[in-house]
């Protein structure tokens, strides 16, 4: 079968599925995008982490006509019936995880010292903050201010070089500073640097999950073999 979109939320509608209907393993993983160990171990309670049901009769992604096939068949393939829409965020304040948002004053008030030139609403934009925020650091009122220390909101996090460099020059321009545009170029090495770093955290974050992921699995391997070996014992003690 072609390949098909899979379910907004595959792990809630495998649980659902799990559930609520007579479907095999091998059909519900294959409809959600999923390994089939992945959802036996949701079945037998094992799963690492829990998921609410969701529907997908609800959702319009399967009929119930289209679950009686399958559970009529276990060789049939469950078809999506309409494919889940894509959620896209709607324009608004620049998101900032929360384990970045304590940084940012650090980013602001490094702004302020090394870019005066930078307004007010650049710098919100650019960080995702308010303006009352940006004034207490310029003004040294804000409550935290002795534990604020000024650090290139780049190696932060908070933003790209690229984002930081445009808002310098587009800054430095309108302010006619001369070498606005050599502001553009600068920085290329340690973006360079950032980009190899944040590389790196994503390949080691990866081998992290998939590391977790085949230990669950085999988990819940050695969970099914012992609780077969349980069940056998007695037949071979009589």
């Given at each position: 079968?072609?390949?098909?979109?899979?379910?907004?939320?595959?792990?809630?509608?495998a649980?659902?599925?799990?559930d609520?209907?007579g479907?095999?393993?091998?059909?519900?993983?294959?409809?959600?995008?999923?390994?089939?160990?992945?959802?036996?171990?949701?079945?037998?309670?094992?799963?690492?982490?829990?998921?609410?049901?969701?529907?997908?009769?609800?959702?319009g992604?399967?009929?119930q006509?289209?679950?009686?096939?399958?559970?009529?068949?276990?060789e049939y393939?469950?078809?999506?019936?309409?494919?889940?829409?894509?959620v896209?965020?709607?324009?608004?304040?620049?998101?900032?995880?929360?384990?970045?948002?304590?940084d940012?004053?650090?980013?602001?008030?490094?702004?302020?010292?090394?870019?005066?030139?930078?307004?007010?609403?650049?710098?919100?934009?650019?960080?995702?903050?308010?303006?009352?925020?940006?004034?207490?650091?310029?003004?040294?009122?804000?409550w935290?201010?002795?534990n604020?220390?000024?650090k290139?909101?780049?190696?932060?996090?908070?933003?790209?070089?690229r984002?930081?460099d445009?808002?310098?020059?587009?800054?430095?321009?309108?302010?006619?500073?001369?070498?606005?545009?050599?502001?553009?170029?600068?920085?290329?090495?340690?973006?360079?640097?950032?980009?190899?770093?944040r590389?790196?955290?994503?390949a080691?974050e990866?081998?992290?999950?998939?590391?977790?992921?085949?230990?669950?699995?085999?988990?819940?391997l050695?969970?099914?073999?012992?609780?077969?070996?349980?069940?056998?014992?007695?037949?071979?003690e009589?």
């Open positions: 079968m072609a390949d098909q979109p899979t379910p907004l939320m595959p792990h809630a509608t649980t659902w599925l799990v609520n209907t479907l095999s393993f091998e059909q519900i993983a294959e409809f959600c995008g999923l390994h089939i160990l992945e959802v036996q171990a949701m079945a037998d309670d094992l799963a690492g982490s829990k998921y609410t049901g969701r529907d997908p009769l609800h959702s992604e399967l009929t006509a289209e679950i009686d096939r399958g559970q009529a068949d276990p393939r469950l078809k999506m019936q309409r494919a889940p829409v894509a896209s965020r709607t324009k608004g304040p620049r998101y900032t995880p929360v384990s970045k948002r304590q940012k004053p650090d980013g602001i008030a490094w702004i302020l010292r090394n870019h005066p030139e930078v307004s007010d609403a650049q710098v919100s934009k650019l960080i995702g903050t308010t303006r009352n925020t940006i004034t207490a650091i310029r003004e040294r009122s804000h935290n201010i002795q604020i220390n000024p290139d909101p780049v190696t932060l996090g908070l933003c790209s070089q984002e930081l445009a808002v310098v020059a587009k800054a430095a321009k309108k302010a006619g500073i001369e070498g606005a545009a050599a502001v553009a170029d600068s920085g290329s090495d340690r973006e360079k640097l950032i980009e190899e770093l590389a790196e955290r994503d080691n990866k081998a992290a999950a998939e590391a977790a992921q085949e230990a669950e699995a085999e988990e819940w050695r969970a099914k073999r012992a609780a077969e070996e349980e069940g056998e014992a007695p037949a071979e009589a």
